[in-house]
Structure formats: C-alpha cells, structure tokens
C-alpha cells in the first residue's frame, strides 16, 4: 500500500500536507469574517448616507452612477492581481445591496426584440439587487421613471423614437447598453442630475439647428438617432451640460 501512494504522489507531485490546508482554511475563514465586518460598516455607512439623502429636495434617485463609476475606477487602478472584471463585477453587486439599503430602487425594463440581452447586460452595469419589473411601451417605463424611484433600461428602436420625450424633462438618458457589434441596444434613463452623470460620453436631445450651432462652435456631438427636427446625439460631459 504505502508503495502505491508513492506512487501517486509522484504522478500528482506534493500532495498537500493536511495542516497546511486546514492552516490556510482557516486563513480564509478569518478573511471571510473580516470582509463580512467590512461589508457590513459599508452598508451602515450608506445608510447614513441616505438620512443626508432625505433632506435634498432636488428629485433626484438616491442612484449616483457617478460616484459609482470613479470608485469603480480607483479600485480598479489599485488593483495587483484582482481583474477588472472581478473588481467590477463585486463592486457593483455591492454598490446595488447599499443602495437599496438606502431606499427601494427597481429596475423597469422594456424591450420586445432583444429582451433576454437587454436585461442581462442591464444586469451586468447595475448589479443584479433590484426587483427588476418588465413593461410593455416605452411611455410606461417613463411614466414609472418620472414618478417613482425607478432606473429604466429601454430598447432602442429607429421605429419608435420614444427618446424626444426626454426633451424637457427631468429624466436624463445617463447610459447606453451596446451590442457586442456597437449597434446601440438600449438607452438607460432616470432622475438623475447633471452631476450625478458618470464622466464620458453623455446623451442630449437636441434640434437639428442646436446641433448645427453646437458643431459650428466646435464640440463633440455624434448624432446617433433621429426623429423629425430631433436629434439624440453623443456628447462630450461638459458640452452636454451646457
Ligand atoms: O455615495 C453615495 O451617494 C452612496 O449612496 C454610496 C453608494 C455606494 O455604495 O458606494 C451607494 C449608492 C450610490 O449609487 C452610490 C454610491
């Protein structure tokens, strides 16, 4: 017997003496308990957060895509051997629990020729921790997107411009879910500032006269969409504010 385990030792290499494995279970035990006291100082941490949030009367979301961009951004700049992948995908996740921890944020979805894809990489950009509710037009995802604490991901269509209604109102388009071809799938959209837009590229209706002037004054502003007079245009994160 004891010649056959040489044996396979020698086929295996090293096996790994038990102490060492039980020494290094219980590292990971340890760090798991630290990361779980981490986690939870960060949530109460955005609940307090929240309590400021409760005082700003501007209508906004508690969502701050913004802030969730940079801090993403940093982490991922520190990072040694954890991918971007990685720290964005836990990151997210953990961004979403704070936020509905701070107040009940669902996800409206509205897409008829791509929905599976949609909702997946919708997923993927905002964490999977919000009830995520499916209507049938674009008009009710907005309606839900004005009324209540609601992020809308809508399927973009040249056949049914819903995007003009962003015109004038208090619901900014802060991201765009792409195909892996670059066709442009879906337009993120909720009440979410100015400020709160993360850095990068930024969507703003215009008329075809305003992209004109904007153009003749030397801006960034990439037409993606159109619908009669209206434009809905890519544009530099300053120019779009302006
Ligand atoms: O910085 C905030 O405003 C927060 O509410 C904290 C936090 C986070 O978890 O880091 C949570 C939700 C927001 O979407 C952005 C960031």
Same mark, same amino acid.
Not at 178 to 184: H, M, V
């Given at each position: 017997?004891?010649?056959?385990?040489?044996?396979?030792?020698?086929?295996?290499?090293? #096996?790994?003496?038990? /102490?060492?494995?039980?020494?290094?279970?219980?590292?990971?035990?340890?760090?798991?308990?630290?990361?779980?006291?981490?986690?939870?100082?960060?949530?109460?941490?955005?609940?307090?957060?929240?309590?400021? &949030?409760?005082?700003?009367? /501007?209508?906004?979301?508690?969502?701050?895509?913004?802030?969730?961009?940079?801090?993403?951004?940093?982490?991922?700049?520190?990072?040694?051997? $954890?991918?971007?992948?990685?720290?964005?995908?836990?990151?997210?996740?953990?961004?979403?629990?704070?936020?509905?921890?701070?107040?009940?944020?669902?996800?409206?979805?509205? #897409?008829?020729? /791509?929905?599976?894809?949609? &909702?997946?990489?919708?997923?993927?950009?905002?964490?999977?921790? +919000?009830? +995520?509710?499916?209507?049938?037009?674009?008009?009710?995802?907005?309606?839900?997107?004005?009324?209540?604490?609601?992020?809308?991901?809508?399927?973009?269509?040249?056949?049914?411009?819903?995007?003009? $209604?962003?015109?004038?109102?208090?619901?900014? #388009?802060?991201?765009?879910?792409?195909?892996?071809?670059?066709?442009?799938?879906?337009?993120?959209?909720?009440?979410?500032?100015?400020?709160?837009?993360?850095?990068?590229? /930024?969507?703003?209706?215009?008329?075809?006269?305003?992209?004109?002037?904007?153009?003749?004054?030397?801006?960034?502003?990439?037409?993606?969409?159109?619908?009669?007079?209206?434009?809905?245009?890519?544009?530099?994160?300053?120019? +779009?504010?302006?």
């Amino acid at each position: 017997m004891p010649q056959i385990l040489g044996l396979t030792r020698l086929v295996r290499g090293p #096996a790994p003496v038990p /102490s060492d494995l039980e020494a290094l279970r219980a590292q990971i035990d340890r760090l798991d308990h630290e990361l779980l006291d981490l986690i939870e100082q960060r949530l109460n941490a955005c609940i307090a957060i929240a309590g400021l &949030k409760a005082n700003d009367t /501007s209508g906004t979301l508690r969502f701050r895509p913004r802030r969730e961009t940079e801090v993403i951004g940093r982490l991922i700049d520190r990072a040694e051997h $954890a991918s971007s992948a990685l720290v964005t995908h836990v990151w997210r996740e953990l961004m979403g629990h704070c936020l509905q921890a701070q107040a009940r944020t669902d996800l409206v979805l509205c #897409a008829s020729r /791509s929905p599976h894809t949609l &909702k997946e990489r919708v997923r993927e950009r905002l964490g999977r921790a +919000a009830h +995520a509710q499916w209507v049938a037009t674009p008009e009710e995802a907005l309606d839900l997107a004005r009324r209540r604490e609601v992020v809308a991901a809508i399927e973009y269509s040249p056949l049914t411009p819903w995007w003009t $209604a962003l015109r004038h109102s208090n619901l900014a #388009a802060f991201d765009l879910i792409r195909e892996e071809s670059g066709r442009l799938l879906a337009i993120i959209v909720g009440r979410v500032g100015p400020d709160d837009v993360a850095e990068g590229p /930024s969507l703003r209706v215009l008329t075809e006269g305003e992209l004109e002037i904007r153009r003749a004054r030397g801006e960034t502003v990439e037409p993606i969409a159109a619908s009669g007079e209206l434009r809905l245009c890519l544009t530099s994160q300053g120019e +779009a504010n302006r």
